[in-house]
């Protein structure tokens, strides 16, 4: 037996008839139904993973609100979710692993021999056509009580505002400026603001940026869970989810053709960077340079931590493994440690300023980064069909981190750079990583910078 849903047949024939075409009228029909057979498996799948909640919410759905979430049901894996639930009742294991600080390089104690060795290498290959950059984009400006995609947040900076997007493109502008090409431009975007950056881009022209340079991807979502492992439905009557983590960018680029559009442009070298960063440098040939020197596949620009407690992730070893350690994970004796000149032992930010070799990027493409949990807040349609707002932490949301990829090399490049060169994140909206703070730094880095 089939279900019709959203549109009757009456309209539908109607609308055939208008179309006098068979197509259209088959084209409708199939696109809003679902079968007994679904709803029953639908069912099975719930009571079998011990969601007896979605599976009473559902039951009380008229056809039309029904479609959409059996849909995703029969699409979820549960397997993996099961799995992640219960990694959400176990604490990181740090205690049973071996933490080494890393060796790194720092950009503003290089010879001028190195530096300019370095430079050449870089640039040889970005004069090339071999060199593209990706944004990570798919956030929205939630901290920033912004109303859209962050990237469509606008900075107050001199001379006149600006947009994220904006900076990032003008970056790119500038570089291709001085090496003669056009770099191609890669950003991802997350299901939910998708469409409005794409609207965002074209409305404003793509800030001049050649429109045929630019490719939009979007990264995948997984369900948040509420704490006692219920699945989320949200005010749209579907299953709750969210982005996955900018460690999934590997396999969206995979999945998106983004890793066989950039061979089919012969790019050798890839950056990849976040959207809120405005003195992020996207074309460092040295950083490049220092890379290909050393033999490395993947590598990274790195910042002195302000302090020991400085809420940022440190580059370290892990098991003898290049890694980055979270803040929350470092034991407080070890985050105070110092070497022989009163440096962190584990001082190296990371700051979202990547680096991979195409073959590094189809590598770590074909495997799957571990999930990290957070505590949130997160609203929810109860039994009645009322929306709840919480103010307080009630589920778990699973994210993959990029800087796991540094796990699967035996080693990496680490640039150490300057704060007031490389790092005025926009992340909150008053304090620390604000818009004031970023505005500061990037008014005083132009003021003493010749374009």
């Not at 074209?202 to 699945?231: A, C, R, S």
């Amino acid at each position: 037996m089939i279900i019709y849903t959203h549109i009757s047949l009456k309209n539908i024939l109607y609308n055939k008839t208008k179309k006098g075409d068979i197509d259209y009228l088959l084209i409708n029909i199939y696109a809003h139904m679902f079968t007994e057979q679904e709803l029953a498996q639908a069912r099975a799948i719930l009571k079998a993973n011990k969601q007896e909640n979605l599976l009473r919410f559902i039951d009380k759905l008229d056809n039309n609100k029904k479609e959409k979430i059996i849909k995703q049901i029969l699409n979820l894996d549960f397997t993996q979710l099961n799995k992640l639930y219960e990694e959400t009742k176990s604490s990181a294991e740090i205690i049973n692993k071996k933490i080494e600080n890393i060796k790194y390089v720092d950009e503003y104690k290089l010879s001028d021999e190195a530096k300019e060795r370095y430079t050449n290498i870089g640039e040889k290959v970005i004069k090339n056509n071999q060199y593209a950059v990706v944004t990570m984009a798919g956030g929205q400006g939630t901290r920033l009580e912004h109303n859209g995609p962050k990237g469509t947040f606008k900075v107050d900076v001199d001379p006149e505002p600006k947009y994220l997007f904006q900076i990032l493109a003008e970056n790119l502008q500038r570089a291709n400026k001085k090496y003669n090409v056009i770099l191609p431009w890669y950003i991802m975007t997350s299901t939910e603001n998708n469409e409005e950056t794409v609207n965002f881009f074209e409305k404003h022209e793509y800030f001049g940026y050649p429109k045929e340079n630019v490719m939009f991807f979007t990264q995948g979502n997984l369900p948040i869970l509420l704490e006692n492992g219920d699945l989320i439905v949200d005010k749209d009557y579907t299953i709750k989810e969210a982005a996955d983590g900018n460690g999934c960018i590997y396999s969206a680029m995979a999945k998106a053709g983004v890793l066989e559009n950039m061979k089919k442009k012969n790019v050798k070298w890839i950056f990849i960077g976040a959207v809120d960063n405005i003195l992020l440098n996207m074309v460092d040939p040295i950083l490049l340079g220092l890379t290909i020197d050393e033999k490395n596949e993947a590598a990274s620009k790195s910042v002195a931590k302000a302090s020991p407690k400085e809420k940022v992730g440190a580059f370290c070893k892990i098991n003898g493994v290049p890694s980055v350690i979270e803040y929350t994970e470092l034991p407080e004796k070890m985050a105070e440690e110092v070497d022989e000149e009163g440096e962190l032992l584990f001082g190296e930010a990371h700051i979202m300023c990547n680096l991979f070799s195409i073959q590094a990027l189809e590598k770590v493409s074909k495997v799957q980064l571990p999930y990290h949990v957070a505590h949130k807040k997160s609203n929810y349609m109860n039994e009645n069909e009322e929306f709840v707002k919480v103010t307080e932490p009630n589920a778990y949301k699973f994210e993959a981190f990029i800087f796991d990829a540094f796990n699967f090399f035996d080693d990496i490049s680490i640039l150490r750079g300057k704060r007031e060169m490389d790092f005025a994140p926009i992340k909150n909206k008053v304090g620390n990583d604000s818009p004031d703070t970023a505005k500061e730094l990037y008014n005083n880095y132009w003021k003493n910078t010749k374009i």
